[in-house]
């Protein structure tokens, strides 16, 4: 324990550090200005900007503290334009608008807001927290890890997502093995063998990282704001009292805790992120305190509880992209791409490797819990100004910015089509509700588990047995299983139970 303290200071030491802190001010205000925004989001944020770290020639730390700043303020800002527009700035903001718009709608949208940021504050700080204290564990633990260990494990991440999924798992592994195909273009790093390029020299490095990203996501999005804009209600301007009142914390407190540990738990699990987390936790609450039907009219507490989740799930999902090399969810897949710029691999080394990178991090993510709990709450009437933004301006902007980081990777117009193709594909797989979290999950993870599945093998001339020879190996299998089976089977329990 102790020596954990004094990597934290250590850690405080490179966080404080003048460019740090600039750094991730910059990050936080810009996170929360693009959480805000419809059709942003965390993924995107961090996906713009990684260019922009690595062409600046950051330091890996700092790069990496702007980036998480950005994560962090995304998750901050998307509750903003949830619960003033009814538009959700990301998909871990959609449980926010249920009952925060209705709360706006009755001239408390100034409570909401500022509520909904002491909840996000305590719950990424609870996290945090549990990143200091499990975080250098399971990296200890992660060390037992070999290739067939880390192939189960990847299964078990797409098991999570897919179990989680609830009532939509087929379309979540289609999703996956989208993803998983397009990670196979390119060439075989093994055999030397080109593999589903027809033929194209663009592809012959496989498709790129931020094409996907920013095709999938933010092209896609703009789609779907294109066509939803003439539904978008008006801006509510009333807001009321801005800060929430003792009575209405007290209120608040149980439940934001309870979210809090939900929200790090799943976020914890491999590929399960800040949507299902905000998701789950807003679920249980309502099932423990809803006792007079006042959730989804405006409740304080289904507020609290989805926002308070959703941080600590964004937090909770760096210990196993730290630890393990695997991304909690789509943001930290974005930014493990970030730290292979930098020659980097997260993993059960890099606690060892970097200290102060990963401490810096850890200490970084305090300070910026801090400063975003100052910028939110005094600054939310500038914040709704920026939503005044017609879309005739903001959505060219997107465009043009998705343009120039999608440009800026190999300065080639066949990186724009593509770009614009996956776009299209993007919005028509979002319209028939296929989720994109899975299908990027499975793009980042491809490579890694074809990978170690080749190793295992090889180690064993072949022979099956290895995935499931140590107790690391049967354990996962084994979570495996239930991640498919008992989601669904409890669904069915709690649909029979109330027929009943």
Known sequence: MMDTLQHLAEGFGVALMPINLLVATIGAFIGTIVGMLPGLGPINGVALLMPLAFALKLPPETALILLTAVYIGCEFGGRISSILLNVPGDAGAIMTAIDGHPMAVKGQGGVALSISAWSSFIGSTFATTGIVLFAPLLARWALAF?????????CFAFACITGLMGNQPLKAVLAAAIGLSLSTVGLDSNSGVYRFTGDNVHLSDG?????????????????????HQAN???????????????????????????????????????????????????????????KHGTFGKGDIRGVASPEAANNASANGSFIPMLTLGV??????AVMVGALSLYNITPGPALFTQQPALVWGLIASMFIGNILLLLINIPLVGLFTRILLVPNWLLVPGILAISAVGVYSVHATTFD???????????????KTGV?????????????????????????TNGELG?????????????????????????????QRAASN
């Open 435 to 459: 989720p994109m979290a899975p299908l990027i999950l499975g793009f980042v993870l491809g490579d890694l588990m074809e990978q170690n599945l080749r190793r295992a093998l090889s180690i």
């Open 466 to 494: 290895i995935l499931v020879e140590s107790a690391i190996s049967k354990g996962l299998w084994v979570g495996v299983v239930a991640m498919l089976l008992v989601p669904p089977l409890y669904r069915r329990w709690s």
């Open 146 to 154: 070999g290739p067939a260990e880390y192939f189960a494990l990847m």
């Open 416 to 430: 724009l089509m593509l770009m614009g193709g996956l776009g299209i594909a993007g919005y028509l797989l979002r």
């Open 327 to 332: 991304p909690g969810s789509g943001t930290t």
């Open 207 to 227: 498709i790129q990282f931020i094409v996907v990203v920013i095709g999938l996501f933010s092209v896609s999005e703009i789609l779907l704001m294109l066509e």
């Open 232 to 290: 978008a209600s008006g801006l509510i301007r009333a807001t009321g009292r801005n800060l929430f009142n003792m009575k209405e914390m007290a209120q608040t407190w149980w439940c934001t805790v309870r979210s809090s540990l939900i929200g790090f738990v799943v976020g914890v699990l491999p590929g399960a992120g800040a949507t299902i987390a905000s998701a789950m936790a807003y679920t249980v609450e309502k099932r423990l305190s809803d």
